[in-house]
């Protein structure tokens, strides 16, 4: 597998001047993410499959080991904060369980029985996602998770950064981002691990700009939890509205901090029709506005 060669330019790097060794770790970095270029087609199709399996009731679930675990932790993670994205829609299988986030966990990725255990635990449907990585792309417990996932008829992602792998032959939407060897043989928290986190932010934002939680580049299901995104939501809100930010932050308070509702209040909806209109377009604000275009006009 490239991602645990030796690469020929860099045997030496350790005894590299150190702004050399940072100027060429730096340059795998840029590489790492030009690669992914590539796979935006699978990307893509991953990620409308999700959008239409996940709808308003199916879970995300992030499966990986030991860096590739943790990558996926991370995005997963942010999420709840930047989307609203529901907790109980949100699960984490791990090798070596929760003490994995933070610690090294010896053997836990070779066991296959946790894995199936494990998937089985969470009992997904076809309503659910699965994004499995690897940058290996063989890695028994990631592989042995998201087949026991797709046979119980989850939607199904793989990304590996190596070709021809089993994790990549067992996903229902593999996706493939070749990073080529490291600067440090096998320290796949560095190319590979990058390429990890861009994918898993493209994919799982594009999930949520599918599903309506972001509006003309703002994230409209923010929960504003501190006074900066507070600030934010009055921001948002007056944007959408076209209202003051005092207006904004009094139809807020009206709407116990929901700015989507708080911006359908400003515009003259009391909050009972606003949460109607809201539920009848699953959330989608564009949907909403389109509708009440569409409505003026005839």
Known sequence: MATEEVDPRFADLDAWAL?????????????AVAAIGHALPAMTAATEAAYRALGDRGR?????????????????????PTFAWPLERLRFIIAGGESAFTTSVEGAEDDI???????AAAEPSAHDVVIAVAASGTT?????????????GAVTIGMA??????????ARFPVLVETGRELIAGSTRMKA???QKVV??????????????????????MPPTNVKLKRRAEIMVARISGCSEAQAAAALEQTEGDIKTAALVVLGYDKADA????????????????????????
């Open 19 to 31: 702004a050399s060794a940072m100027e060429a770790m730096w340059e795998g970095q840029l590489a």
């Open 60 to 80: 995300l679930i992030y499966v990986g080991a030991g860096t590739s675990g943790r990558v996926a932790v991370q995005d997963g993670a942010e999420l709840t």
């Open 113 to 119: 029985d946790d894995a199936v255990r494990q998937m």
């Open 140 to 152: 028994p417990f990631t592989v042995g998770a998201l087949r026991e996932a797709g046979r119980r």
């Open 161 to 170: 950064n190596n070709p021809d792998t089993p994790l990549l032959a067992s």
């Open 193 to 195: 691990g990058t390429a």
């Open 200 to 221: 898993l932010n493209l994919i799982s934002t594009g999930i949520m700009l599918r599903l309506g939680r972001v509006y003309r580049g703002m994230m409209v299901n």
């Open 275 to 298: 949460e109607a209109l809201l539920v009848k377009y699953s959330g989608n604000l564009r949907r909403v506005f389109s509708d009440l275009s569409d409505r003026s006009s005839r």
